[in-house]
């Protein structure tokens, strides 16, 4: 971790909450909103979750895996995620999900005319906005977490905390990630 935290202190709590009232809570109030409040379909949700984390390198979101209704996506989607050009896993609103994530971290000036086209032809606004909104917290926060070293520390409910994520530079399954 690269924050000091007072012993006997909750990481996530003190960095989130305690060393920044004025923000951290706003901001965890944001990143609790995405997955209370979100109307996108569980497999779309998950695949740009998913697609972010990979790409953020996030432990604890490359963990997680978001439950509606005591439902999950199967075990393999992250792999699938990861493929998200070739899998046979996904109907046309999942990969758009699992793309958009991934051009909007690594390439939003290249969201072309083209990609809107395709997107309207299966989002609606409010959709493509929501989605928006979704995708910008999870690559903030995530990424915040992972630059921060919050990400070894996180504890998924019922779980140990996850296993630490090499640098991707330092690491050369990296190259499998853009």
């Not at 809570?25 to 695949?47: C, H, Q």
Request: aromatic share 10%; glycine share 8%; charged share 25%.
């Amino acid at each position: 971790m690269r924050i000091d935290v007072p012993d006997g202190k909750d990481p996530i709590a003190y960095v989130w909450g305690e060393m920044v009232p004025g923000i951290g809570p706003a901001a965890s109030a944001f990143s609790l909103a995405v997955y209370a409040r979100t109307t996108l379909g569980l497999r779309e949700f998950e695949a740009a979750r998913l697609r972010i984390a990979q790409i953020n390198g996030c432990a604890f979101c490359l963990d997680w895996r978001t439950e509606r209704d005591g439902r999950k996506v199967e075990d393999e989607f992250a792999g699938a995620v990861a493929e998200w050009r070739t899998t046979g896993a996904f109907d046309d609103r999942t990969r758009l999900a699992a793309e958009y994530a991934e051009r909007y971290a690594l390439d939003h000036h290249g969201l072309d005319d083209e990609f809107w086209a395709r997107m309207s032809a299966h989002y609606s606004q409010r959709e493509i906005v929501e989605l928006t909104m979704c995708i910008g917290s999870w690559l903030t926060f995530g990424r915040l977490n992972r630059v921060l070293g919050l990400d070894a520390v996180c504890v998924l409910p019922g779980g140990p905390p996850p296993v630490r994520v090499p640098d991707r530079a330092a690491s050369p399954e990296s190259e499998d990630l853009p």
